[in-house]
């Protein structure tokens, strides 16, 4: 088995042990599990499988890398609406830095997934105004992002930075995070595993900066947060829900590099964004 694989499968190894599994045929105490409830419950129904998960563990660490983010390992997809109320409580304006500081504190050296040990440098938490009006929400870092250890700095930052500008913002006026905070191999799709254990930091930051408009940039991230499995197409140019601010999804900056000709339709979508936000375009 080349290296690679071998090393991904030990990071798979090592993460059901965290949750309580110490082979594959018994079951963890539901208590072990640290995520909130309903993540926790998608996992141990998806370890219940013995056989099954030997296999598509396997599966997936040895299959190539473009594939749908919800394909895999059998996870349901939660929407970020449905992973826990919102807060009763939200967290003032003029507290939010120092709260968003307690999370990435929290997060730590993270070894929560497997991404820990399959090549991260440094931990991308987010970027940005903590009281921000727009968030951006992507994939998961790239080897820019990897190395600096701030999102979307690399060639798909610049065109995300051009796309805020076109709106009439500053980056530093807009908050920017990924649906997993680590680097995935090769830059893949983050495995449903990898995505559902980070996406309890990412609920935390939407609820901290309580952003008017969340746009999800590609499908990885209008999956999670929406909880759906749905092409582009159907996702894009109408408004959703997300943690009690409007979700507009358009296309991943990565893509818009591959394909330009997408750029008219992906500033439809970000019109939609302004007229919302009452944000003139640059001239
Ligand atoms: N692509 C993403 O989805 N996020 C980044 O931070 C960089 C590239």
Redesign the pocket.
């Known amino acids: 088995m080349a290296d690679d694989v071998q090393r991904q499968l030990r990071a798979y190894v090592e993460y059901f042990r965290d949750l309580g599994v110490y082979d594959f045929y018994r079951r963890g105490e539901p208590g072990t599990a640290v995520w909130p409830e309903s993540v926790a419950a998608v996992e141990l129904e998806r370890v219940s499988a013995p056989v099954d998960v030997v296999e598509r563990t396997i599966a997936a660490v040895t299959r190539p890398v473009a594939r749908s983010p919800v394909e895999g390992l059998g996870l349901k997809l939660v929407s970020f609406n449905d992973l826990a109320p919102l807060p009763e409580v939200r967290v003032a304006v003029e507290h939010r830095a120092e709260a968003l500081k307690g999370i990435q504190e929290e997060i730590g050296d993270c070894t929560r997934c497997p991404l820990a040990y399959a090549g991260r440098r440094k931990i991308?938490f987010g970027d940005g105004d903590p009281k921000a009006r727009l968030m951006f929400v992507?994939?998961?870092?790239?080897a820019d992002?990897d190395a600096s250890g701030v999102?979307?700095v690399?060639k798909?930052?610049q065109l995300l930075n051009n796309m805020i500008n076109a709106m009439g913002l500053k980056r530093e006026e807009v908050y920017i995070a990924?649906v997993v905070k680590c680097r995935p191999p090769a830059n893949r799709v983050p495995e449903p595993v990898e995505a559902n254990t980070c996406s309890q930091f990412l609920l935390r930051q939407l609820d901290v900066v309580q952003p008017q408009v969340v746009v999800a940039?590609?499908s990885t991230a209008a999956s999670y947060l929406l909880g759906v499995k749905q092409s582009l197409a159907g996702l894009r140019g109408r408004w959703h829900s997300c943690r009690g601010a409007k979700l507009a999804v358009t296309y991943?900056p990565?893509f818009l590099l591959r394909d330009p000709r997408q750029k008219g339709e992906a500033w439809k979508d970000l019109q939609m964004v302004m007229a919302e936000l009452g944000l003139k375009a640059k001239a």
């Open positions: 991308v992507g994939e998961g870092p790239g992002e999102p979307f690399g798909a930052g990924n940039l590609g991943h990565a």
